[in-house]
């Protein structure tokens, strides 16, 4: 069964279900008063979480290349990505790690 990243208007769900329209049923019946804005399902049917993106362990640093990026992006993650490897002639695996983490570190 697929693994699918709900986004809502006030929750990120991490679930398991047969289709998106499954995954949308969970969403509606677990959190009927929040809007989906985002569904996506992931490649791989787990879901990792960097202990240092949630202030555990040690410290990673910004960097100011992503952070440049994403404030010329307005936050767009895809046009932000595409300005990093510009900028650095990263490959789209790691201009893709190196942004996300920056985002989630709060840009």
Not at 44 to 55: N, P, T
Request: aromatic residues 6%.
């Amino acid at each position: 069964m697929p693994l699918f990243e709900i986004e809502t208007s006030a929750h990120i769900i991490i679930t398991w279900a047969a289709d998106e329209q499954a995954a949308g049923e969970v969403v509606t019946h677990a959190y009927p008063s929040d809007d989906v804005i985002r569904m996506t399902k992931r490649p791989r049917d787990s879901w990792v979480i960097s202990k240092a993106a949630l202030g555990i362990g040690p410290k990673v640093e910004a960097c100011a290349v992503a952070r440049d990026c994403l404030a010329k992006s307005a936050g767009d993650k895809v046009h932000a990505i595409r300005l990093y490897m510009q900028e650095t002639g990263s490959d789209l695996t790691l201009a893709r790690k190196v942004i996300e983490s920056n985002m989630v570190m709060g840009w």
